[in-house]
């Protein structure tokens, strides 16, 4: 389990050929004496295992699977990539819950500057746009961001400058790739409310305070 807030950024070193994957070698911005064979570590919001610690770097296996579905097939050695290691109980919660799995893939639409703030829009998959709320947290390539608006499938951020500091963000433009995961929250109360929310729509009714308390959610 991760919170999205970006330990560091990592760079890597190597990517090579494993048994259908790739094995991958990263190193570090930070210290790993703390972190052990077998711990999680989240990469661009792809939630992988350490299988090797020399130095500064680590060593990660990355499944045909992941590759599918996450942006690191197309990563190349000297990328840079968002680092953060798994949350340790009793430790602030500080972003959001977020687990490393990646529900989709999305393409950044245009980053402008707004004073020394950032406006960011990122088109994300329209299957995914069921669990969206304004204001609502979002990780955006391991990154916790708050969703300022949205319409349709196109979510808008507004960064500051520290985050643009310590991630990889600052580094996007548009057309740029980055991997989607939405509040595990967010999907899980919408898969509870689905059936209910399917027998409104039949009966023409609305999603009231009334009707939640008569369902039990209240």
Same mark, same amino acid.
Request: overall charge neutral; aromatic content about 8%.
């Given at each position: ?11 890597? $070193?190597? %990517?090579? /050929? ?7 070698? $990263? ?13 999680? $570590? ?7 295992? $350490? ?12 499944? /045909? ?6 942006? %690191? ?15 340790? %109980?009793?430790? #602030?919660?500080?972003?959001? @819950? ?8 999305? #393409? ?19 299957? %995914? ?25 196109? @979510? ?17 433009? /548009? ?19 689905? /059936?209910?929310?399917?027998?409104? *729509?039949?009966?023409?009714?609305? @999603? ?5 308390? *008569?369902?039990?959610? @209240?």
């Amino acid at each position: 389990m991760f919170t999205g807030l970006v330990e560091g950024i990592g760079k890597i $070193i190597s %990517l090579q /050929p494993f048994r259908g994957g790739l094995l991958a070698e $990263i190193s570090t911005s930070f210290s790993l004496k703390d972190t052990n064979v077998g711990d999680s $570590i989240a990469v661009d919001g792809v939630c992988l295992t $350490i299988t090797e610690i020399k130095g500064s770097s680590f060593k990660a296996q990355i499944s /045909p699977e992941t590759l599918a579905k996450t942006t %690191l097939r197309y990563k190349n050695s000297g990328d840079f990539v968002n680092l953060e290691r798994a949350l340790k %109980l009793g430790e #602030r919660l500080g972003g959001h @819950l977020v687990s490393g799995h990646v529900d989709g893939v999305g #393409r950044i639409v245009s980053i402008t500057p707004v004073e020394d703030f950032w406006r960011l829009k990122i088109e994300i998959p329209k299957e %995914l746009t069921s669990y969206l709320v304004k204001k609502g947290s979002i990780a955006i390539d391991g990154v916790s961001l708050t969703i300022n608006n949205f319409r349709e499938n196109i @979510l808008e951020f507004m960064l500051i400058p520290h985050t643009l500091k310590v991630t990889t963000l600052c580094l996007k433009k /548009p057309g740029d790739l980055v991997n989607i995961e939405i509040d595990m929250i967010a999907k899980m109360v919408y898969r509870w409310l689905s /059936p209910y929310l399917e027998s409104l *729509e039949t009966s023409k009714k609305e @999603l009231t305070l009334e009707f939640l308390k *008569e369902h039990g959610f @209240l």
